[in-house]
Structures are given as C-alpha cells and as structure tokens.
T-cell receptor, first 114, second 114 residues
Framework: GESVGLHLPTLSVQEGDNSIINCAYS??????FIWYKQESGKGPQFIID?????DKRQGQRVTVLLNKTVKHLSLQIAATQPGDSAVYFC?????????????FGQGTTLQVKP | NAGVTQTPKFRVLKTGQSMTLLCAQD?????MYWYRQDPGMGLRLIHY???????AKGEVPDGYNVSRLKKQNFLLGLESAAPSQTSVYFC?????????????FGPGTRLTVL
C-alpha cells in the first residue's frame, strides 16, 4: 500500500540552530501535504501545509519544501527553540479523494539541546 | 470556542467489555475522523464521516463502530474490547474534505485493555 515515511526517527539539535526534518512519500497522485507537531500528551497541531503545485511555502520560522521529482518533503525550522521539542509528522492527502483522508508518516522526534 | 473535545481522557477496560468514546466539535465542521496512535507510529485512520448521518471505513476499522447522529458529535464504539485495541485515540474535524482544509485534533483518549 501507499506509505509516507520519515528518514530519521530522532533529530537532536542545539538551541538556535536550524532543523531540517525529512519525509518521503510514495503516491505521486498526492496533491496536498501537511506538517503536524505533537507535543507529549497532546493531539497533533497543524504547522504548515503545501499543495502539489508549489515547491516552497514559508510560515513563521518554518519552511516546507516539496520535491515532486523524488517524492520528498522537508520541514525547516529556523532558530530552533526548546519549545520546538516534539514529534513531527508529515501527512499526505491522496489526490482524487474528496474526503480529506490523510496518510501519516511515523514521525520524527526533535530534541532541542539548550 | 473549545475546538475538538474528547471524553473520556483515560480509560481501562477488561477484555470483552464495551465502551464508547465521544468526540465533540463546536466549529460547525462537516468532516470528522477517528484515528489511533500506537507507540512509535503515526496516526492510522479508523473511521470517518463526511457529514451528519454518514460514516465510512478507514484504514483499520475492524473491531470498531461509529455513529454521527449529530453534526457536532462523532462516537467511536468498541463492542468487545481486545488488548490489541490498547492505544491512544484521536478525533479530528475539518470544515470540508477538500485539499487545503486542515484537520483539527482533540487531546486524545488513552485506552488500556487488560
């Protein structure tokens, strides 16, 4: 079946450094991608999204890059802060579906060292 | 505006017992979803609803039933709980299912089946 996966289970960065979290997807028909942040004991929280007709989208301190050629998605966090420590999930919406169904990756744990 | 709420927050069941998890949203969203999250894994879709009175199966529907009698509520039922259903359950809602509509998540229900 289709899958969305993350390259690294855990990423450890120094406070103030930039973080890059990667995600691979396998369904070329996917047309919408979302990054979620999940803090311990809480539900996932929307960070940023990108549609397949875009290569890059920027938010506040976050940037998502989409490379459709190699089916790769990345989340860049600038000047990483302790509050960024969480599990990050990428999710894809599979193309023709009008139901909003998302396929989630396994998640990457981001640890920010003070 | 409470967003998405889930009841209960924690529950311990014995094998064979039944229970219902309640999800409520006050954002007038059309679409609602139930996911389960197991350790070290992303979220997997159990069932979803594209409107009041409608439900559909997701990726892992076996052992669960759902109902959407009111637009604001989405109930997840376990008729005969099994240890394999030990998990954290998240409910989500979105305005529509189309691309560009993020899902808003509740805080989760932690269920243990002994």
């Amino acid at each position: 079946g289709e899958s969305v996966g993350l390259h690294l289970p855990t990423l450890s960065v120094q406070e103030g450094d930039n973080s890059i979290i990667n995600c691979a997807y396998s369904n070329s028909a996917s047309d919408y991608f979302i990054w979620y942040k999940q803090e311990s004991g809480k539900g996932p929280q929307f960070i940023i999204d990108i549609r397949s007709n875009m290569d890059k989208r920027q938010g506040q301190r976050v940037t998502v890059l989409l490379n459709k050629t190699v089916k790769h998605l990345s989340l860049q966090i600038a000047a990483t802060q302790p509050g960024d420590s969480a599990v990050y999930f990428c999710a894809e919406n599979m193309g023709s579906s009008n139901t909003g169904k998302l396929i989630f990756g396994q998640g990457t744990t981001l640890q920010v060292k003070p | 505006n409470a967003g998405v709420t889930q009841t209960p927050k924690f529950r311990v069941l014995k094998t064979g017992q039944s229970m219902t998890l309640l999800c409520a949203q006050d954002m007038n969203h059309e679409y609602m979803y139930w996911y389960r999250q197991d350790p070290g894994m992303g979220l997997r879709l159990i069932h979803y609803s594209v409107g009041e009175g409608t439900t559909a199966k997701g990726e892992v529907p076996d052992g669960y039933n759902v109902s959407r009698l009111k637009k604001q509520n989405f109930l997840l039922g376990l008729e005969s709980a099994a240890p394999s259903q030990t998990s954290v359950y998240f409910c989500a809602s979105s305005p529509r299912g189309r691309v560009g509509n993020e899902q808003f998540f509740g805080p989760g229900t932690r269920l243990t089946v002994l």
